[in-house]
């Protein structure tokens, strides 16, 4: 078994490493080497890669661009994120886009060919730390049982309090008298048991 691997780096030193790296393991084979995801959309759909490692920040489309694009056009094709970026939004934004898996760039050498076997077997490999931030990001989003007390209508009413909105703000959004409104917060706040807008934000989304 061979793996077949293409790279998305713009970084010539990064890109040759990778490549020394990938070509000179048994297993795998770099077939595609590209700098920007231009040229790497063009070319991937008919190259039968088995996994594609890109970076994010790249000079014109990132390569979270480059993966939305490729990804509905190569669904044998396997999008692993290899990247400097860390932060929970860019992490999620690149799972969604359909991306396998994501590393860090101070990944060890063992650890990158490791996940891009992972990715090849059906996983879904990620640099521990960013593993973590998006266990944390699930429990901090974590449904609230007070939510449950409330009707869509008043958890929709609730999401515009929380955003500051007046009584006859919410009332023109939802398409309802204010005083239908009132009569709806008052339903929210006798079934949270609390007094206030603050009380019932507060208990709902523990802030």
């Known amino acids: 078994m ?19 790296l990938i070509n000179g393991s ?30 994010i920040n790249l000079p014109a489309k990132s390569g979270i ?10 669904l044998n094709t396997n999008f692993l994120i290899c990247t400097s970026f860390e932060d929970t939004e ?27 076997v992972e990715v090849y077997n059906g996983g879904s490999p990620m640099s521990s730390h960013i593993a973590r931030k998006v266990v944390m990001s699930f429990k901090e989003t974590e449904v609230n049982p007070e939510l449950e007390k409330l009707s869509n209508r008043e958890k929709e009413i609730l999401d ?10 919410i009332a023109d959004r939802v398409f309802l008298s204010t005083e239908t409104v009132r009569t709806h917060i008052r339903n929210i706040y006798e079934k949270l048991q609390v ?12 802030r």
């Open 90 to 116: 860019t992490v999620f934004k690149a799972l969604k886009a359909g991306a396998t898996g994501y590393l860090i760039k101070t990944t060890q050498p063992s650890k990158l060919l490791d996940s891009i």
């Open 26 to 55: 048994e297993g795998f084979t770099c077939c595609q080497v590209y700098s920007n995801a231009e040229d790497a959309i063009k070319d991937i759909p008919g190259a039968g890669l088995d996994v594609v490692l890109t970076d």
């Open 65 to 74: 661009d480059c993966v939305i694009e490729l990804k509905p056009k190569c």
């Open 160 to 169: 515009y309090l929380s955003k500051g909105l007046r009584y006859k703000e």
């Open 195 to 206: 007094n206030s807008r603050t009380d019932a934000l507060n208990k709902v989304f523990k």
């Open 2 to 20: 061979t793996i077949k691997v293409g790279i998305i780096e713009d970084e010539k030193e990064i890109r040759e490493n990778l490549v020394k």
